[in-house]
């Protein structure tokens, strides 16, 4: 995959750290794919993030899985703080957020193992219990995405450090 270096480096944070912290702190997720014939799918999620990994769950059926079985090349985004930054000058109107973007492969887990840890780490993501049924567990669709690279902006925010997302 080509790297591309980010425009604006006065909006660039590459702080491992403070982009865990987003990723963390985050509660949706918007995961980008695309299919064979080219055209690109967001979908919202909830998430959970643990050691470099995003895990997934869902419905089993849909278009989200006709176009992963296509390709498991998945985007995401995850935006925390957005709020308008209003002027009298239009020039001067921007946005403030705090933002991680990245890249990676999605696969589905099978191992119930696998998918009880992971649907354990969504769990946590969100302070709920840990899942104990295994009707539920069997239910639904567990991916895991081994991320591949990660890049952090933060617009009109002052430079922070990792502890301050």
Not at 64 to 72: E, G, I, Q, Y
Not at 89 to 115: H, I, N, Q, W
């Amino acid at each position: 995959m080509k790297e591309y270096e980010m425009r604006r480096k006065d909006k660039q944070v590459s702080d491992p750290k403070w982009m865990e912290a987003i990723l963390r702190r985050g509660q949706v997720i918007n995961l980008g794919l695309a299919g064979e014939d080219g055209w690109p799918y967001i979908v919202p999620m909830c998430y959970g993030y643990r050691d470099g990994a995003i895990f997934l769950h869902g419905a089993p059926v849909g278009r989200k899985h006709d176009v992963l079985a296509v390709n498991p090349k998945v985007c995401f985004q995850v935006t925390l703080d957005a709020q308008v930054a209003s002027n009298e000058l239009a020039a001067k109107f921007t946005m403030k957020y705090r933002s991680v973007m990245g890249f990676g492969r999605l696969r589905t887990l099978t191992d119930p193992e696998e998918r009880r840890e992971a649907l354990d780490i969504l769990m946590e993501h969100y302070g709920g219990p840990h899942v104990r049924s295994e009707d539920v567990n069997s239910r639904v669709w567990v991916a895991r995405i081994d991320v591949e690279s990660v890049s952090g902006k933060s617009s009109v925010y002052p430079p922070e450090s990792a502890e301050s997302p």
